[in-house]
């Protein structure tokens, strides 16, 4: 029982303390300005899509693959046309139709060579991207690669003495450019 009454004992002075911090009217604090408080914001909103660029970059690696791969499938069928003298690589990196048979041939040799010139242009535009340098200096280095390999008879577009105009001729053996 004298443990009972020391819990009592400790718990009328709580009590009475409680209840008497509530009876206490509590403080008013204002929180009122006399002027509104004036806030100045400045900021930048960047908006980012994240994945679009590597997303890009994926798709012009599968149309460079792409265009690579039917490029070599058509080679032999691009040499045949060379060979009989009815296209020829032109000053701008791609070929051109030098005589167009009639006929459904003929628009099966002009729809090769659209199709052959397209993925030529997908390189080309890879290969600018990919050195960082200009859409121009890569056709001018395509159009000499493809003087180089023209075997002798076949149609290429070459420089007048001037440099400024150009002419078509048949290739003369084997240059040592």
């Not at 002075?13 to 409680?18: G, N, R």
Request: proline content about 3%; aromatic content about 6%; glycine content about 6%.
């Amino acid at each position: 029982m004298r443990r009972h009454h020391q819990i009592l004992l400790l718990t009328i002075p709580a009590a009475l303390a409680t209840g008497l911090v509530s009876c206490v009217k509590p403080f008013e604090v204002n929180v009122n300005t006399p002027e509104p408080i004036k806030v100045d914001l400045s900021m930048d909103v960047n908006v980012y899509q994240h994945g679009l660029v590597e997303k890009k970059e994926a798709e012009a690696a599968a149309d460079f693959r792409a265009a690579m791969d039917r490029r070599r499938n058509r080679m032999s069928e691009i040499q045949d046309l060379k060979n009989n003298r009815l296209v020829g690589e032109g000053r701008s990196g791609l070929l051109s139709l030098r005589n167009r048979p009639a006929g459904d041939y003929g628009d099966y040799v002009e729809k090769t060579v659209e199709e052959e010139n397209l993925d030529r242009e997908t390189l080309m535009r890879h290969e600018a991207a990919e050195k960082g340098t200009d859409l121009a200096e890569i056709r001018d280095e395509q159009w000499r690669h493809w003087q180089r390999k023209s075997f002798p008879g076949e149609w290429i577009e070459v420089a007048n003495d001037d440099g400024t105009t150009y002419r078509w001729e048949q290739k003369q053996g084997v240059s040592e450019e």
